[in-house]
């Protein structure tokens, strides 16, 4: 036989060795990083149920994994602990995989300037999942190089700050050779920079107590996020609207990707599933808004102690992010005239079936919703908490301006100072069901864990973490009383996810105490 | 002075004539053979001895005396070292074997009416460990030969029909079976080549032993017309223990009452309500099965020829799933000219399978579909969950699923070889053959919208898929035999070329305008999705190997036999700079009864001492594993991106076994006792394996969305060291009653003994996704597979239980406290040992729990024959295996939002000491029934009760009565008035009964996954079969 006889490659796929020739390679391989299987598992099976059920903001009684969240007894071999792992493990293998091959195999022909973009781009992403990696469960592994998994497939843990600070080296990274602008739905220097406040002011908490952190990295977090806030051009969506609808339309497909996005996860519609945004399928209160009304699987019921947060005027992002029996959704289910809710449900993100979007393709499992894991309200909030840093009240000028930048697009009235519990409180509100709240109590353990756990404690208490039912008549909303979760006290280990039992019983390592990595 | 001989060779077994016989007048070289109707006439003088002989058959010696009529009734041979066994590229008598091959004629298999040949091999062949995989009709086997030596691919054999590789038999799923196309009837015998120095001639392919299957074909003489038929019915043999529904309302209403929600109304009064579902006994049924062969055979000295048809329908136990198979071969065999020879074998297979049960997963709904749901509503509609207060589970009607979803796989396969043989020189003759497998298959499936009760509806849903799989092989090859007095050679040496290509394309719709127009058009075009060629559906696409072999074997006065053989192969399936490996072996055999020194003795037919040593190499893995293939994907930013498919490893190369095995054949008594044993030790290097990374590699072998696929790598060194034992006897041989036995015994010893990545804490761990944990964990100086968890130690049901038995701690190592609030360990949870006595429970109290690996497996067969009658018994068996019993996790746990086994109304039932006293006190609480093995009724699970545990790891020992058959054959004074040749008629029952302690359906669980052997997944189980049929053979 010829020579060649032995020689098979693939003919459906391309080889990594010979791919990287142009530029715009460059772009169809870090494309594939914002969205599509490798995001599937943290953006369906962890974001929200990490980020709000854990936080006590939305619950759902018939899923034990769920529960497990809600009543803050996660074990080891929680299904949702484990897919966040994975999901996020998932983004990074991808995100080494195309630095390493940018960095290996590109061709010299493609400028430096490109290279470095595109490496820019895979760090972004990158960072952001370390980033939350380092959130969830403190010390990880981290890996830059997922081949060298094969000779040496057993790692450690690193320790926390460690992660941090690798993290903030991509994100500086990311922010030096990202471009100002970009394809819409591309990361930009703006991107890496508020990402970088944000991370400089989790970081400005570590290993701190008393409620005091590290000046220096607020500082460095005012310093990125201020910069985003005052340099980068960007303002919030339709921010001077003066019906107030800002909020509510920037969560409708139809603006997916605006300039206040500085991060979303670019979904697709008709892949099917493992492959798009499924939140809707399983979180939506009822089947009936839904593609080929399937789903609504575990209908996410808001807290009491969400709904109290809203003040009298807050109509607008209340309704953006929850439902209330009585509330009419125009935009869900147009065939039959709209939806009215019937109950006490999640909005945010539920966005119809494939008709109302006018996407034919989109089926159960694939919505065509960009889900923001960065926007630019959470900057200016970074930048506010920030600067109130280490002062128990502030009324700094930028601040203040920020923060009711946020406030008025909504149009809610202004506040002329601003302590912690006010910023924790407009952030629970303004981000609700975007996966922020338990970051923003996790921060908050870091530098004041006492009172972060009283905190904790103090939503039970109130049974604040309990559903609720709306009567529209009376516009009054009650309590449910009938299944009071009946949990033990919160402690500062509740703050820490345990590590998915199979990978401690893979790699006995990682229950050994965590090692530098630098 | 001669005279004239005259007379009829026949067979003694069954008078039926034998053509070709050859009659020969001893030390004169003068001979005829018997025509097609068995007569002869040879001119011979009186006194001369007259030897009368055929293949297969007893010498016999006659000395003449004067002219006249001289009828011969020649003897079948008894004993098995005559018969003719199938080598590598060859055939040999049994007695002139190195190699350690054991053999299996037709008959023998067809006794357990098989639906494909493989599942027949159980028990029958020593060394051959055979699990059924799934019972669904033609579904699919594993078979291991010697022990688990790779661990990668599919660790199948390599089957070789009729000189036609098949090609290595990836993981159908718990489906179909790529060799259900062979109908067992058409089978000769099969030849199982288990040591190097039987397989080294295949080379790569064979690492896993080699199953050569050769199908039968015409022999000269008058036409041969057999009919075999048979028809039955075959029903589940075991249920497993499901609530009804008045155990289901009464459990749910104690839970309601501890969880504070879920209550339901319509329970209110469960003695009111009646027994529900029973969803398997609506899904399992008594299913039909009926086969027709006809076989037409005969020839003359130049051209023989063999056509057989036959029909085979089968239905699944299961609603929603049947076979059927549609057969014809011909074989042909021509001596063109002196020396030229030609022939063919082919097969053209048609099979159309419903395989809906296994595809919709009708059987593990059926036990997860809980009884208050009906099979059908008054109005005839089909029922569904209505619970109008808890929540809706998407567990839809399974009974209605099999009925109105259809996915139907059509398979029309042609393989056969065609072959030419010249013969330069009476020594030296050269064989040419194309062989082909030509396999195409369609998959046709429509899923109608439906709704059942509350449960989700769905839109209608149509998929149409098509693939072609084209495996080609060239191979051409010398022989060479040449007697030097007492000095015997025989010689080969060859080179094949073997290509494996592939098509496949398959479309999407959904929403067609009715249920009834089901065709892939009907369907709304905007919905489309399309496919095809994609590489990672079928692993071992588009990939190629070379070879080059040769093999000596030199014998010496028929008592010392030496073989030696040598094999080159390149793979496409490494880098090129590890494109190539050899492989060779030897082997030494000595006929000690060939020594002057046995000679003597008398009662010793043959002992045969056989010795072989080799190196046999593997490649066994997908094709481009050793480059990062970049997949297209969707991309609202570029309309496509590039998505990185696998973890490369540019490293991987070919994994090597060294192999030495040392056996005895032997025979007494004139063939009534015969024994063959074997032991061997192979070791293992450089694994082969898609390597089960720690998921932050971003990694998973098998199924993740998101994931890569892991890399291939060598990985480590395994163990296999065991005996195979095999004794034959006939007990009793009198005139009108025999009765023979034959026993086989198989012990593997499989041990790892090296694991290269990873340091001390290397290991090959595999994921339950049912417990979301590890269950499973191969770690050095352990056999492969084996189970890995906590052991369990009771449940905690008295104040000391919390004071001598360790929790299990939070992620900074604090114990959780004893507690009845969420968050707590209470009353009713499971204890664990605390192995490594730290005072808490965490992953450094796991250990192994026993490993998958039977200890024996064995087989005992006992033929009855009395007159006309013959009776079958065969037994098959297995000891010290462990089963993972995944399928009763979910149903045993008091949690669950599903089904129940009825063991879970024993759940841990709490009680107060003081009926006044508080029931957070932990003194003031115990539980009334310790010894339960179910957690209590809480909702919350902070002790992870479901964590993997020796609870889950079941004994998988089993005797099963395999077969029971029981036949009658006419005589054929009474057939003699009708034209037909004889009869026999039987009764058949499979599966008769099965002694284990296994909880589950049906102990016997194969996987294709040494990671993952021994897992109850749920799969199809096997039924019990009741037949009755008739072979019968016409004039």
């Not at chain 2, 010392?560 to 492989?583: A, C, E, K, M, Q």
């Not at chain 2, 905690?796 to 360990?825: R, W």
Request: net charge negative; aromatic share 10%.
């Amino acid at each position: 036989c010829k020579k060649s006889f032995l020689d098979r490659p693939s003919n459906s796929q391309i080889s990594s060795n010979n791919f990287y020739k142009s530029t715009s390679d460059l772009r169809l391989a870090t494309a594939s990083l914002y969205g599509g299987s490798e995001w599937w598992q943290f953006n369906n099976e962890a974001w929200l149920q990490i980020g709000d059920v854990l936080s006590g903001t939305g619950s759902f009684q018939y899923n034990p994994d769920l529960v497990q969240l809600f009543t803050r007894t996660i074990t080891a071999q929680n299904g949702i602990v484990t897919n966040g792992w994975v999901g996020l493990y998932n983004v990074i293998g991808q995100c080494n995989g195309v630095i390493n091959a940018i960095q290996q195999t590109a061709s010299s022909s493609i400028s430096a300037k490109d290279k470095n973009a595109a490496i820019g781009e895979a760090k972004f992403i990158r960072a952001v999942a370390y980033y939350h990696l380092a959130v969830y469960w403190g010390a990880v592994p981290i890996i830059e190089d997922n081949s060298k998994l094969i000779k040496n497939p057993l790692l450690n843990r690193n320790i926390v700050s460690d992660v941090y600070k690798f993290v903030a080296n991509d994100l500086t990274y990311a922010a030096n050779n990202l471009p100002k602008t970009d394809d819409k739905g591309r990361v930009t220097t703006w991107s890496a920079q508020g990402m970088l406040g944000k991370v400089y002011l989790t970081m400005a908490g570590l290993g701190q107590s008393g409620g005091q952190r590290d000046q220096k990295l607020l500082d460095s977090a005012i310093k990125y996020a201020g910069n985003v806030c005052k340099n980068s051009g960007l303002q919030l969506f339709e921010q001077n609207d003066p019906n107030h609808q800002g909020y509510y339309d920037l969560f409708r497909p139809v603006n997916n990707d605006s300039p206040e996005s500085l991060f979303s996860l670019q979904w697709v519609g008709g892949v099917g599933y493992g492959n798009g945004n499924d939140l809707q399928l399983y979180f939506s209160p009822t089947p009936a808004i839904l593609p080929e009304k399937e789903g609504g699987w575990e209908p996410l019921a808001p807290t009491y102690d969400l709904y109290q947060m809203y003040s009298a005027k807050d109509t607008v992002r209340r309704k953006a992010t929850i439902m209330l029996n009585g509330d009419l959704y125009p935009e869900l289910d147009q065939a039959d005239g709209g939806y009215k809710a019937t109950a006490t449900g999640l909005k945010k993100h539920i966005i119809g079936n494939e008709k109302d979007n006018n996407a034919p393709t989109m089926d159960p499992w694939s919505s065509i919703e960009h889900t923001m894991i960065l926007r630019l309200a959470d900057v200016y909030l970074v930048y506010a908490e920030a600067i109130l840093g280490n002062n128990t009240t502030t009324a700094d000028g930028d601040a203040i301006k920020y923060f009711n930048l946020v406030r008025s697009r909504a149009g809610v009235d202004p506040v002329l100072t601003l302590s912690a519990t006010t910023l924790r409180t407009e952030r629970r509100v303004e981000l609700a069901f975007e996966g922020q709240y338990w970051i923003d109590l996790v921060r908050y353990s870091y530098y004041d864990p006492a009172n972060a756990v009283k905190f904790l404690n103090d939503q039970d208490v109130n049974h604040g973490r309990i559903s609720f039912t709306y009567d529209p008549t009376t516009k009054t909303a009650t309590r449910d009383t009938t299944a009071t979760p009946l949990t033990l006290p919160a402690t500062i280990s509740s703050f820490t996810l345990p590590i998915p039992s199979s990978e401690v019983t893979t790699d006995p390592k990682l229950a050994q105490p965590p090692v530098p990595y630098y | 002075q001669t005279v004239a001989i005259t007379g009829k060779v026949t067979s003694s077994d069954n008078s039926e004539p034998i053509p070709g016989a050859n009659i020969k007048i001893k030390g004169s070289g003068t001979g005829v053979a018997s025509a097609l109707d068995g007569t002869y006439k040879i001119m011979a003088k009186p006194g001369d001895i007259l030897e009368f002989s055929f293949l297969g058959y007893e010498h016999q010696i006659i000395t003449i005396k004067q002219a006249g009529t001289i009828n011969v009734r020649l003897n079948p041979t008894s004993s098995d070292l005559n018969e003719v066994v199938v080598v590598g590229y060859g055939k040999r008598a049994r007695k002139d074997l190195t190699g350690s091959i054991s053999s299996i004629k037709g008959d023998d298999l067809r006794q357990t009416q098989p639906t494909t040949f493989d599942q027949a091999l159980q028990g029958k062949v020593p060394g051959v460990i055979v699990q059924q995989i799934s019972g669904q009709p033609g579904g699919g086997v594993s078979i291991q030969i010697n022990g688990v030596s790779s661990i990668t691919g599919s660790n199948s054999p390599l089957y070789v029909i009729d000189g036609v590789i098949i090609p290595p038999v990836g993981d159908p799923g718990t489906g179909s079976n790529p060799l259900n196309t062979i109908n067992p009837a058409e089978i000769e015998s099969i030849d199982v080549l288990k040591d190097a120095s039987a397989t080294a001639i295949y080379g790569s392919q064979a690492n896993n032993g080699v199953v050569v299957i050769t199908t039968k074909r015409g022999k000269a003489g008058a036409p041969h017309i057999t009919y075999d038929f048979y028809s039955g019915f075959q029903e589940i043999s075991k249920r497993l223990p499901a609530m009804n529904l008045q155990q289901f309302a009464t459990f749910i209403n104690a839970r309601a009452v501890v969880w504070g929600f879920d209550s339901r109304a319509d329970f209110a009064a469960p003695q009111y309500l009646g027994l529900g579902t029973d969803w398997q006994n609506a899904l399992f049924r008594r299913a039909p099965e009926n086969n027709h062969t006809i076989t037409v055979s005969g020839g003359d000295e130049k051209t023989q020829y063999l056509l057989s048809t036959s029909y085979f329908d089968q239905e699944g136990i299961a609603l929603g799933s049947d076979f059927k198979r549609y057969s014809v071969r011909l074989n042909l065999d021509n001596q063109t000219t002196k020396w030229l020879r030609i022939g063919t074998s082919l097969q053209l297979a048609h099979i159309n399978e419903n395989v809906n049960s296994t595809s919709s997963s009708v059987i593990n709904t059926a036990l997860s579909i809980t009884p208050d749901v009906p099979v059908t509503n008054s109005d005839g509609s089909y029922g569904g969950v209505t619970d109008p207060s808890g929540v809706v589970q998407p567990v839809a009607n399974p009974v209605a699923l099999a009925q109105i979803v259809k996915d139907l796989k059509t398979r029309n396969q042609v393989f056969g070889n065609v072959y030419a043989e010249i013969k330069f020189t009476k020594d030296l003759s050269l064989r040419n053959e194309l062989s082909g497998n030509f396999d195409f298959t369609t998959e046709d499936q429509f899923s109608p919208s439906y709704t059942f009760g509350k449960s989700t509806p769905s839109p209608s849903f149509v998929s149409a898929a098509a693939a072609q799989n084209f495996y080609t092989v060239i191979r051409n090859f010398l022989t060479y035999n040449h007697n030097f007095n007492k000095l015997h050679i025989d010689a080969l040496a060859g080179h094949e070329s073997q290509e494996n290509t592939f098509q496949n394309v398959s479309g999407t719709r959904r929403n067609s305008p009715s249920n009834d127009v089901q065709g892939l058009n009907s369907g709304d075009a905007t919905t489309a999705t399309n496919s095809g060629d994609n590489s990672q559906s079928n692993p071992t696409g588009g990939s190629a190997l070379e070879s080059w072999f040769g093999r000596v074997n030199v014998s010496w006065d028929d008592r010392y036999t030496l073989t030696g053989n040598i094999r080159r192969d390149g793979s496409s399936n490494f880098p090129s700079y590890n494109h190539w490996v050899t492989t060779y072996s030897g082997g030494f055999a000595w006929k000690i009864n060939h020594e002057d020194f046995l000679k003597s003795v008398k009662g010793i037919d043959e002992l045969n001492l056989r010795l072989g040593y080799g190196l046999t190499n593997n490649q066994a893995i997908p094709g481009n594993t050793f480059v990062t293939q970049l997949a297209t994907v969707s991309s609202s930013l570029s309309g496509t991106a590039q998505f990185q498919n696998n973890l490369p490893n540019p490293d991987v190369k070919w994994e090597s076994t060294n192999d030495y095995n040392a056996g005895i054949d032997a025979s007494f008594l004139n063939g009534r006792l015969g024994f063959t044993v074997d032991v061997y030790d192979r070791e293992t290097h450089g694994l082969l394996l898609q390597v089960p990374l720690p998921e932050y590699s971003g990694t998973v072998a098998g199924y993740g969305p998101g994931s890569m696929q892991a890399p291939y790598a060598n990985v480590g060194s395994l163990s296999n060291k065991g005996f195979d034992f095999q004794i034959n006897s006939t007990n009793i041989k009198s005139q009108n009653f025999s009765w023979k036995t034959s026993l086989t015994l198989s012990r593997n010893i499989n041990k790892v003994t090296s694991l290269g990545a990873g340091g001390d804490d290397a290991n090959l761990s595999e994921k339950s996704y049912v417990i979301n944990d590890i269950i499973e964990k191969t770690v050095v100086g352990q056999p492969i597979g084996e189970f890995y968890g906590y052991v369990f130690d009771g449940i905690f049901s008295k104040p000391s239980d919390f004071k001598t038995h360790a929790l299990p701690a939070d992620p900074n190592g604090n114990p959780y406290p004893v507690s009845q609030a969420g968050g707590g360990i209470w009353y009713g949870d499971r204890m664990f040992k605390d192995l490594n006595g730290d005072g808490i429970i965490d992953s450094r109290d796991e250990t192994a729990l026993g490993s998958p690996i039977p200890k024996f497996q064995y087989g005992i067969n006992n033929t009855f024959n009395y007159k006309n009658f013959d009776l079958n018994i065969f037994f098959s068996g297995s000891y010290g295996n462990k089963v993972f019993n995944q399928v009763a996790v979910p149903e045993n746990d008091p949690q669950n939002h599903a089904a129940f086994f009825t063991s879970v109304l024993n759940y841990a039932k709490l009680a107060l000491v003081n009926p006044n006293g508080s029931a957070s006190d932990v003194n003031n609480v115990y539980v009334t029934n310790p010894n339960t093995t179910i957690v209590g009724l809480r909702n919350d699970n902070t002790n992870d009760n479901n964590r993997p545990n020796s609870l889950m790891i079941e004994d998988g020992s089993f005797l099963r009565c395999k077969n029971i058959t029981l036949g009658y054959t006419f005589s054929p004074k009474l057939l003699s008035k009708i034209s037909v040749n004889s009869v026999r008629v039987f009764a058949t029952v499979t599966n008769v009964f099965v002694i284990t302690k296994y909880k589950g359906m049906d102990p016997e669980i194969g996987s294709w996954n040494p990671l993952q052997s021994g897992w109850d997944q749920g799969y199809y189980p096997q039924p019990k079969v009741f037949t009755m049929g008739a072979n019968i053979a016409l004039k």
